[in-house]
């Protein structure tokens, strides 16, 4: 028999099993598939404009889709990934064009969104991505505009944009409709140049970052969107990475700027717990993006 759903429930959101890390600094495509154990493949040769300082989210449940960056100037393109981690050439971009980070997290459970980033100065508007990954012209901003911020889902269908420029440590919640929030206060270290990713299924995680030194703690995220406070650091500290949901519901943190360009990565487990350091795998950089897929 069928589950009987009350009204106005939605069933559990499927969670996806693979993960890519794409682009990154000397203005690259490079793409670097991570399986559903967390382990990271070797380059791929890059699709569509080199490019750093993008963001990445999922989309239509088993999708992706890198956005913006820069790439000598500031570019609104984007490039869709498929649920075989293929990359697409690039789609004309649409919204303003801005870079020096922006944040993405999928909401709604099939849909995305961009928000904030920096185009002669920081900025907090937003454009949503479709189920089919058709993305939308600007949408007002809401709250602090910022810019070196990261985003995540959480909640199995809701978002939340987090920390950024300035060494902020504010929030924006996402609710399942797209609908961005006024700043909730900032919990934890301040900061920016960070990531984030989902794990449980349900929970998010902030991680690393710099402020102005870099970093490695961590900021858990609740099914209600409830940020932690610190949790002491695991790895290299670094700034400028990127990370990632894999194996439906553990996440990974890759490359980044130490000391210099580093590919090495952190594994998180499906209670938020990370790993100490991965070796290094394909091109090191910075500034790169990433998102799950299948």
Do not use: W
């Not at 089919?132 to 809701?158: L, N």
């Not at 919640?173 to 909730?184: F, K, Q, R, Y």
């Amino acid at each position: 028999m069928f589950p009987i759903l009350p009204a106005n429930s939605a069933a559990a959101v499927s969670a996806n099993e693979e993960g890519i890390f794409g682009f990154g600094s000397g203005l690259t495509a490079v793409t670097n598939l991570v399986s559903n154990t967390g382990v990271v493949s070797s380059d791929v040769a890059g699709v569509g404009t080199a490019r750093s300082y993008l963001a990445a989210c999922e989309y239509g449940g088993d999708k992706g889709i890198f956005g913006f960056g820069n790439d000598g100037s500031v570019t609104a393109v984007t490039n869709l990934v498929s649920n075989t981690g293929v990359v697409s050439s690039d789609v004309a971009g649409v919204g303003t064009a801005r870079a020096e980070l922006p944040g993405a997290c999928e909401y709604g459970g099939d849909k995305g969104i961009f928000g904030y980033g920096h185009v002669g100065g920081v900025v907090s508007m937003t454009n949503l991505v479709s189920n089919t990954g058709v993305v939308s012209s600007d949408v007002a901003g809401v709250g602090t505009a910022r810019a070196h911020i990261a985003a995540c889902e959480y909640g199995g269908d809701k978002g939340i944009f987090g920390y950024g420029s300035g060494y902020s440590a504010v929030t924006n919640l996402v609710s399942n409709a797209g609908v961005v929030a006024t700043d909730t206060a900032g919990v934890g270290t301040a900061r920016g140049d960070l990531a984030a990713c989902s794990y449980g299924e349900d929970k998010g995680i902030f991680g690393y970052g710099a402020a102005p030194g870099n970093l490695s703690m961590t900021n858990l995220v609740s099914n209600a969107g409830v940020v932690s406070s610190d949790v002491a650091g695991v790895g290299t500290a670094r700034g400028y990475l990127a990370a990632t949901q894999y194996g439906q519901d553990k996440g990974i943190f890759g490359y980044g700027y130490a000391a210099a360009e580093t590919a090495v990565t952190n594994l998180v487990s499906n209670a938020g717990v990370v790993s100490s350091d991965v070796a290094g795998v394909g091109t090191a950089r910075n500034s790169c993006a990433a998102c799950s897929f299948n």
